[in-house]
């Protein structure tokens, strides 16, 4: 087996679990979004379709601790797992009251499988006593945030209908940083307000940030979103296959070799996805980014170099 060339999730949890095997079970909370019902606007972002991502065994009609049991007896089944990460995913998973979120997480973790959580949630979704909670919580458990980010680029978060601005990402990170949390953040790479050398860009800034994982993956039209009407009616460039394989080990040279990658890429059911159609499945678009590295012989931060300073918003 070839050496990875990029600093996955998998190699990752080898080294911080001994060796055990991990996976994340996936549980829908039922939570939505502030930006759907009308706290910062209407419609979510003109990307999202939750049926993109999220998996059929994952169903709000059941209670967390049915939805972890069920995913446990799965993933033990499927892939052997010993140990796993509570995955709350769909939509804003920390918009809600506090005792709300608190009875969730606790009950996620009350099963002596779970090791800890993934939550995935928005930067403008977090405040003092909730990050106080999961640093409580990070006491005795593994605990990662993931702030959706998308774009360091206003242009960027505006023609999405993102709710928030990159600033409000930097507060959260700075309100979350240094308390035992483990932070992540997700982009999308293909925006048509952005340049090929402008998306590359963000992978020197958030180089820079206190980020320990990143999500990275291609922008995608799925049916049901208001980016599907817009690309039906004027087309836009989407990365071809090979045209993403490039730039995504383009991007990972100028990424810091420290970030953990969790995602390389985004695979929508082919039932629901309207562009880009590549034809390969997670096991070839894996296998060609790393035969592009060895092509290239080079690595997840080769060319990268540490700044003394952060960009500020005003800078990208």
Known sequence: MRERRYNSFASFVERRFNGKKLHKVNIDAGFTCPNRDGTVGYGGCIYCNNASFRPSSCKPTLSITEQVENGIEYLKLRYGAEIFLAYFQPYTNTYAPLPVLEGYYREALSNPSVVGLAIGTRPDCVDEEKVALLEELSRHHFILIEYGLQSIYEKSLQFINRGHDYKCFLDAL????????????????????????????????????????????????????????????APFHVFGYEEYVEFAADFLERLSPDIVLQRLFATAPDEILIAPQWGANKHRILRDIESEFYRRDTRQGRPYKAKASVPSPDRV
Do not use: C, N, W
């Not at 953040?185 to 180089?207: D, N, Q, W, Y």
């Open 174 to 233: 700075a309100l979350t940083s240094g308390r035992g949390i483990h932070i992540g953040a997700h982009i999308i790479a293909g925006f048509p307000t952005e340049t090929r050398e402008e998306t590359l860009r963000m992978a020197e800034v958030l180089s820079e940030l206190e980020i320990g994982f990143l999500k990275l993956h291609q922008l995608q039209v799925v049916k049901d979103t208001k980016l599907a009407r817009i690309y039906e009616e």
